[in-house]
T-cell receptor, first 114, second 114 residues
Framework: EDKVVQSPLSLVVHEGDTVTLNCSYE??????LLWYKQEKKAPTFLFML????IEKKSGRLSSILDKKELSSILNITATQTGDSAIYLC??????????????FGKGTKLSVKP | DTGVSQNPRHKITKRGQNVTFRCDPI?????LYWYRQTLGQGPEFLTY????????KSRLLSDRFSAERPKGSFSTLEIQRTEQGDSAMYLC????????????FGNGTRLTVT
């Protein structure tokens, strides 16, 4: 059965800390791995990773994929209270030409305390 | 705002009633997806449209659920004879053509079945 596992499920840090969120997957016919941030409602897109070892970066957030280990990490440096959210990892498979049948993990709930 | 729009935002209904939700995707996106999310879980794929054609359906989509996208623009998701287990957030997403186009999600419709 295809699955995506995220760890930890929840994390509490203080402003300024650096955090690393983990995502591992077991899927058939992998296409890409995506990270989303979900605050109160809509998941918002952060990164899409298709190639191993190439870091994607956006401000204080960065992510990298390891296809050999079937995993990805999302790093957030110098955390701020606005980073508090659920971070979702999802994997897309090569199925029917669509990117849409994403398999999501349960998410990591990050709480950043002032 | 040209993001994905969903209506209504909240719906409370009694068990056994029918409900219908609407999704308006980003205008240039030809792909549209429905997901369901319950508390503490990541979104689960329900169905996918490319233009007006429904190309994928999850086995989660029982025969009480039907989705349409008649003109390849907005979509509706109908649930007939609702059950308490249908209570969830129903998320719509859209994406543009292309092999690696990420999904952009709407704010969802929260359904409560009493």
């Amino acid at each position: 059965e295809d699955k995506v596992v995220q760890s930890p499920l929840s994390l509490v840090v203080h402003e300024g800390d650096t955090v690393t969120l983990n995502c591992s997957y077991e899927v058939t016919n992998f296409r890409s791995l995506l990270w989303y941030k979900q605050e109160k409602k809509a998941p918002t897109f952060l990164f899409m990773l298709t190639s191993s070892g190439i870091e994607k970066k956006s401000g204080r957030l960065s992510s990298i994929l390891d296809k050999k280990e079937l995993s990805s990490i999302l790093n957030i440096t110098a955390t701020q209270t606005g980073d508090s959210a659920i971070y979702l990892c999802a994997v897309a498979m090569n199925y029917g030409g669509s990117q849409g049948n994403l398999i999501f993990g349960k998410g990591t709930k990050l709480s950043v305390k002032p | 705002d040209t993001g994905v729009s969903q209506n209504p935002r909240h719906k409370i209904t009694k068990r056994g009633q029918n409900v219908t939700f609407r999704c308006d995707p980003i205008s240039e996106h030809n792909r549209l997806y429905w997901y369901r999310q319950t508390l503490g879980q990541g979104p689960e794929f329900l169905t996918y449209f490319q233009n007006e054609a429904q190309l994928e359906k999850s086995r989660l989509l029982s025969d009480r659920f039907s989705a349409e996208r008649p003109k390849g623009s907005f979509s509706t998701l109908e649930i007939q004879r609702t059950e308490q287990g249908d209570s969830a957030m129903y998320l719509c997403a859209s994406s543009s053509p292309g092999h690696h186009s990420p999904l952009h999600f709407g704010n969802g419709t929260r359904l409560t079945v009493t």
